[in-house]
């Protein structure tokens, strides 16, 4: 019998999880489960009892249902203790990028299954000055939309709310000056309006990236950057670019890196998985390999292919 620490968030989303839980659970006792349940109740409880979790040896594998930000708590604490503990993921936010990426089904009792039958897969992890990030860390344009878009509208129009949110940003575009500087002295410089560093196929449901660019374990990061337009036509390039993963334009310097340092000016806000996060100006990205273990089904070859 597997056991499982089963770490719920009631409020993530539509707070749907109220009316799936009961055949969530039934789904993980039909697959000879063992399940203990955690409820979510202050900021930080994920990261807690996912650490405390790991130290207690008690359990094979640790799911959490909730959105982004929950993810990262579990991933936070797993981390912390060092544990090479199996992890599930049941999506139930408002976009779900991660999940997205990874080919984790969005129906909760598939989702489930996938969580505790699934096979292992190492899956890499991104830390920003010593803070740990599942798939994204962003500034500038679109950034703000994932932690400041009403939940009311999320919950109504769920993607399409970051893409209405995301245009409105970009009437406001402001840049900031940044250095950036990876190991193998490739330097990049500009004006920029946005940047993510990222492990995902979507950010904050608005700019995406092809999946054939993407490894979710070669122990490399994406990083787009988006230079200030200097005219209507570059605003035009940067949303189509943006919408169909094409960053061969000028406006753009798209690369991969392992580690990477910062330089910009003192307070530019940054999104971590969803969550805001208060830069500074000295920043610096590392990619953990193969960092957490991460069950998935397996029925997406892309995913298969980007996890092998």
Avoid at 21 to 39: A, G, K, Q
Avoid at 267 to 295: C, F, H, M, R
Wanted: aromatic share 8%; charged share 25%; with cysteine.
């Amino acid at each position: 019998m597997k056991r499982v620490l089963f770490i719920v968030n009631p409020h993530s989303g539509k707070q749907k999880i109220r009316s799936d839980f009961f055949d969530i659970m039934d789904t993980m006792s039909e697959h000879n489960c063992l399940v203990t349940t955690r409820i979510l109740r202050k900021q930080g409880d994920a990261r807690l009892f996912a650490k405390e979790a790991c130290d207690s040896g008690e359990y094979d594998i640790i799911v959490c249902s909730g959105g982004d930000g929950t993810l990262n708590g579990m991933v936070a604490g797993v981390i912390q203790s060092k544990s090479p503990v199996t992890i599930g993921y049941i999506p139930a936010g408002s976009t779900n990028d991660y999940a997205r990426s990874m080919g984790i089904p969005s129906d909760p009792t598939e989702a489930a299954k996938a969580a505790v039958t699934g096979h292992s897969h190492c899956i890499d992890v991104g830390l920003i000055n010593g803070i740990n990030f599942n798939y994204v860390a962003s500034f500038g344009a679109f950034t703000a939309v994932s932690y400041s878009a009403p939940q009311s509208l999320k919950n109504l129009l769920g993607h399409m709310a970051y893409v209405l949110a995301g245009i409105k940003d970009l009437t406001k575009i402001k840049s900031c000056h940044a250095i950036f500087e990876c190991d193998d002295a490739r330097r990049y410089e500009d004006d920029y309006i946005f940047g993510a560093i990222t492990n995902s196929t979507s950010i904050g449901g608005v700019v995406r990236i092809d999946e054939e660019l993407v490894g979710f374990n070669d122990g490399l990061f994406e990083v787009c950057l988006v230079k200030k337009p200097k005219n209507p036509a570059d605003l035009l390039k940067i949303m189509l670019g943006a919408a169909n993963s094409d960053f061969t334009a000028d406006c753009f310097d798209f690369f991969k890196i392992s580690h990477l340092k910062i330089t910009m000016p003192d307070g530019i806000p940054w999104s971590l998985d969803g969550e805001k996060y208060d830069g500074s100006k000295d920043i610096e990205i590392k990619v953990l390999k193969s960092a957490i273990n991460l069950n998935l089904l397996e029925t997406d070859t892309s995913i298969k292919n980007a996890v092998k």
